[in-house]
């Protein structure tokens, strides 16, 4: 082969690829092009690491050129992609530039969802999506006391988590009835409440925020429910998009995310993708699992073999320490409901068939014990 691999994004799902593939090839030349700085660093860390004292330069684990020697590829910081050109087997970047490639990796990640709200302390609303972003977030924090969060999704609770722990006050805004509303039956998402408002998080649950104004050097929210709150910082956190634009752009097949098949492809038979970004059989699984075993069947698919990616069961660890909690989300095209056992100490909810087969769980306290034997009795995510 003349040209590289070119791998576009460094998030974990670049750095897998990458990596797996140099396992499987020494040889083989990759080239990563990157958006931002291109290091390496564990971004699930960003939602727990103020109260475990971690700063933005501790949670960077190696820098673009130590990675680059790690894995003996070529890393391109600051090096946005603006266009594939699949007929030339060609990425343009941001200055021009063309660069071939033989196979192309796109692992380009997903935005943070902007809710469309009025006022005009609208662009003061911060988001955190990556290393850069927390880096802001750590500075705009400083001398603040008052935090609002807007959505108490798995994100949402664990910055508020970290955030009470650190010493602010937490106020969390979201328009479901309960935290974590599309993972959690309603009792567990009450004891997660509870928990959380045990440690000081304000919940101002089943209403929407009508408008965020500047008002001096606070934010004044209004929400919909009739309150108003004066927040000296807001972080938003309602969900995320892939960024499909590139793929879409190059005519590549997109949906809620970059479609690709069980070998990770595209409809261009050399154009593949993985991570936040990726959809494979209508799954958009914006997690870490799933990028491992992603990279795992993409490098294999890279160094000639072709390989299908298989997802087993995949439970998600919640960050949240007032309340233990790992979630198994049956998948959404099964029938099932909910069998819940409540005591004050925990929280176990199993997801199951008619016929009594488990297809997803939800377990919080003390219940989270049971992870290990409930998980294998799961079916696989992808078989
Ligand atoms: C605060 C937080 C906490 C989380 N906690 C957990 C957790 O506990 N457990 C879990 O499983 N998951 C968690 N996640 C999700 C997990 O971190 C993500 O699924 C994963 O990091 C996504 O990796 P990625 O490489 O697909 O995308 P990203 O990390 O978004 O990387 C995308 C890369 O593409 C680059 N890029 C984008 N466009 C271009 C372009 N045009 N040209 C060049 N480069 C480009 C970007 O610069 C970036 O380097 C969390 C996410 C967040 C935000």
Same mark, same amino acid.
């Given at each position: 082969?003349?040209?590289?691999?070119?791998? #576009?994004?460094?998030?974990?799902?670049?750095?897998?690829?990458?990596?797996?593939?140099?396992?499987? *090839?020494?040889?083989?030349?990759?080239?990563?092009?990157?958006?931002?700085?291109?290091?390496?660093?564990?971004?699930?860390?960003?939602?727990? %690491?103020?109260?475990?004292?971690?700063?933005?330069?501790?949670?960077?684990?190696?820098?673009?050129?130590?990675? %680059?020697?790690?894995?003996?590829?070529?890393?391109?910081?600051?090096?946005?992609?603006? @266009?594939?050109?699949?007929?030339?087997?060609?990425?343009?970047?941001?200055?021009?530039?063309?660069?071939?490639?033989?196979?192309?990796?796109?692992? #380009?990640? @997903?935005?943070?969802?902007?809710?469309?709200?009025? /006022?005009? /302390?609208?662009?003061?609303?911060?988001?955190?999506?990556?290393?850069?972003?927390?880096? *802001?977030?750590?500075?705009?924090?400083? +001398?603040?006391?008052?935090?609002?969060?807007?959505?108490?999704?798995?994100?949402?609770?664990?910055?508020?988590?970290?955030?009470?722990?650190? +010493?602010?006050?937490?106020?969390?805004?979201?328009?479901?009835?309960?935290?974590? +509303?599309?993972?959690?039956?309603?009792?567990?998402?009450?004891?997660?409440?509870?928990?959380?408002? %045990?440690?000081?998080?304000?919940?101002?649950?089943?209403?929407?925020?009508?408008?965020?104004?500047?008002?001096?050097?606070?934010?004044?929210?209004?929400?919909?429910?009739?309150?108003?709150?004066?927040?000296?910082?807001?972080?938003?956190? #309602? /969900?995320?998009?892939?960024?499909?634009?590139? @793929?879409?752009?190059?005519?590549?097949?997109?949906?809620?995310?970059?479609?690709? *098949?069980?070998?990770?492809?595209?409809?261009?038979?050399?154009?593949?993708?993985?991570?936040?970004?990726?959809?494979?059989?209508?799954?958009?699984?914006?997690?870490?699992?799933?990028?491992? $075993?992603?990279?795992?069947?993409?490098?294999?698919?890279?160094?000639?073999?072709?390989?299908?990616?298989?997802?087993? %069961?995949?439970?998600?660890?919640?960050?949240?320490?007032?309340?233990?909690?790992?979630?198994?989300?049956?998948?959404?095209?099964?029938?099932?409901?909910? $069998? #819940?056992?409540?005591?004050?100490? /925990?929280?176990?909810?199993?997801?199951?068939?008619?016929?009594?087969?488990?297809?997803?769980?939800?377990?919080?306290?003390? @219940?989270?014990?049971?992870?290990?034997?409930?998980?294998?009795?799961?079916?696989?995510?992808?078989?």
């Amino acid at each position: 082969m003349d040209n590289p691999v070119v791998i #576009v994004g460094s998030g974990l799902a670049g750095y897998a690829a990458a990596r797996e593939l140099r396992k499987l *090839n020494a040889e083989i030349p990759i080239t990563m092009l990157s958006a931002d700085h291109g290091g390496f660093y564990s971004k699930p860390m960003l939602s727990n %690491a103020l109260s475990l004292g971690k700063t933005p330069a501790s949670i960077l684990n190696s820098d673009a050129a130590q990675m %680059a020697s790690q894995l003996k590829i070529s890393i391109r910081p600051y090096c946005r992609v603006t @266009a594939i050109d699949q007929s030339e087997n060609a990425v343009t970047l941001i200055d021009g530039e063309k660069i071939f490639y033989d196979q192309l990796v796109l692992a #380009v990640g @997903a935005d943070q969802i902007r809710l469309p709200l009025q /006022g005009d /302390g609208v662009a003061k609303i911060l988001t955190v999506n990556d290393l850069d972003d927390y880096q *802001n977030f750590r500075e705009a924090l400083i +001398g603040k006391k008052r935090i609002s969060i807007i959505g108490a999704g798995l994100i949402g609770c664990e910055f508020a988590n970290d955030l009470v722990t650190s +010493g602010y006050q937490v106020d969390v805004i979201d328009i479901s009835a309960q935290p974590l +509303g599309r993972l959690l039956p309603p009792a567990s998402g009450a004891f997660m409440q509870q928990k959380l408002e %045990a440690v000081g998080v304000v919940f101002h649950l089943d209403t929407t925020i009508q408008a965020v104004d500047q008002v001096e050097d606070r934010l004044r929210l209004t929400l919909a429910n009739g309150e108003s709150i004066d927040s000296d910082l807001v972080l938003s956190s #309602v /969900g995320l998009r892939s960024r499909t634009q590139l @793929a879409e752009a190059a005519g590549i097949q997109i949906n809620r995310g970059i479609v690709v *098949n069980r070998l990770l492809q595209t409809r261009f038979a050399n154009i593949y993708a993985l991570g936040d970004c990726a959809e494979v059989e209508s799954k958009v699984l914006p997690f870490v699992m799933p990028i491992t $075993h992603a990279a795992r069947a993409l490098a294999a698919t890279l160094a000639g073999n072709p390989t299908s990616v298989h997802y087993p %069961a995949m439970p998600i660890m919640v960050k949240t320490p007032a309340c233990p909690t790992v979630v198994s989300p049956p998948d959404f095209n099964v029938q099932g409901e909910w $069998h #819940v056992e409540v005591d004050t100490d /925990g929280v176990k909810a199993l997801y199951r068939d008619e016929v009594g087969n488990l297809l997803g769980y939800a377990l919080l306290g003390a @219940a989270t014990k049971e992870k290990n034997n409930l998980t294998t009795q799961l079916p696989a995510v992808l078989v």
